[in-house]
């Protein structure tokens, strides 16, 4: 198979479109992480994406909708807090856990009785969706495990060959996956996956807003779980990632102790003045190491990196996606000195 590489022209889009339409898998721009396209209704599409990405069958799938209106489609309830915070917060980088119907099938929801319901804001998808007709599954577009593709570049690496196309809308916006939430009762909240629409934001319409425990603790391998993101290795390069919580002094120290060959270093814009060893930066605040982590750990694979330190982020606001995505990528394990 040769995969397209489309543009966003309206031909392109248009075509991007009815490939879905179609029942084939393409891979699409959003704000936060670049997806592959599949009617989620459709099972044998939703099958061709797990084969393309090697996903485990258990991992579910969030569906994306042109209007937080059209949820009724696919869903059998949703409570009033949802309506406020699709209000407040779609389209944007927000999934919400909800009970689905039966025209969502449960090859799409991991086997779950829930769907994850997003409304993306990047113009390119939203008219994908629209010209479709189909409610969209669009999991990241990287083979699974390794990390997410934020450029149409990373997606045709990881996927040439075993997908119909790949639209190129530029460089992601938030570069990490939505935030995902549950609802655990009228007033409150759980967060599932940390992103870009953090705990503070969603208490100025929430009660109460959970902090899931496996957000930052792995999860028992025969354990069901309601997001993307919760369980596996995830968003790792080849290269052995170490997390380290440390000032940059005694990271300085860790890093000499243990330096070799292919070797490498991932700090703070800044931190690289005066380090004498191999480095890349991913930001000085969370936003831009949200924005760039990605980026930064495919470019680390592509230099033949073995094993990278990385000084761990801020738990606050994105840092918490950040720090989630990073974690999950250095197979929970972390240094603290």
């Not at 704000?31 to 258990?58: C, H, I, M, Q, W």
């Not at 779609?90 to 799409?108: A, D, H, Q, S, Y």
């Not at 409610?135 to 990287?142: D, E, R, T």
């Amino acid at each position: 198979m040769e995969t397209l590489l489309l543009s966003t022209s309206d031909e392109d889009i248009a075509l991007a479109a009815e490939m879905i339409k179609n029942g084939q898998v393409v891979g699409i721009p959003t704000e936060t992480v670049y997806g592959l396209g599949a009617d989620a209704s459709n099972e044998e599409a939703v099958r061709s994406v797990f084969a393309a990405k090697g996903r485990p069958a258990d991992n579910p799938l969030i569906v994306h909708l042109a209007d937080f209106s059209h949820a009724v489609k696919y869903t059998s309830s949703i409570p009033e807090l949802a309506y406020k915070l699709a209000e407040r917060f779609c389209p944007g980088p927000l999934t919400m856990v909800l009970p689905k119907n039966e025209r969502i099938p449960m090859v799409t929801s991991g086997g779950l009785d829930t769907v994850g319901i997003r409304v993306p804001s990047h113009k390119a998808m939203h008219r994908i969706i629209e010209l479709s007709g189909c409610a969209i599954a669009a999991p990241s577009a990287n083979t699974s495990g390794l990390p997410s593709p934020t450029s149409a570049e990373h997606v045709m690496r990881d996927m040439n060959g075993r997908i119909a196309a790949v639209v190129d809308g530029g460089q992601s916006e938030f570069g990490v996956e939505s935030t995902v939430i549950s609802f655990d009762g009228a007033d409150a909240v759980r967060i599932l996956r940390p992103g870009a629409v953090t705990r503070e934001m969603l208490l100025e319409v929430c009660g109460e807003v959970v902090i899931d425990p496996a957000i930052l603790h792995e999860v028992d391998a025969g354990a069901k779980v309601a997001s993307p993101g919760m369980k596996y290795k995830h968003y790792s390069p080849k290269a052995d990632i170490i997390m380290v919580e440390a000032a940059m002094d005694d990271f300085t120290a860790l890093v000499g102790e243990n330096y070799k060959d292919n070797v490498w270093a991932l700090v703070f814009d800044g931190d690289e003045n005066g380090f004498p060893y191999r480095n890349m930066t991913y930001g000085a605040d969370s936003s831009g190491q949200a924005h760039w982590l990605f980026q930064r750990l495919r470019e680390l694979d592509d230099l033949g990196a073995e094993k990278v330190y990385v000084r761990a982020p801020s738990t606050e606001g994105v840092g918490l996606a950040v720090y989630n995505r990073l974690i999950r990528a250095a197979g929970f394990e972390v240094i603290r000195i």
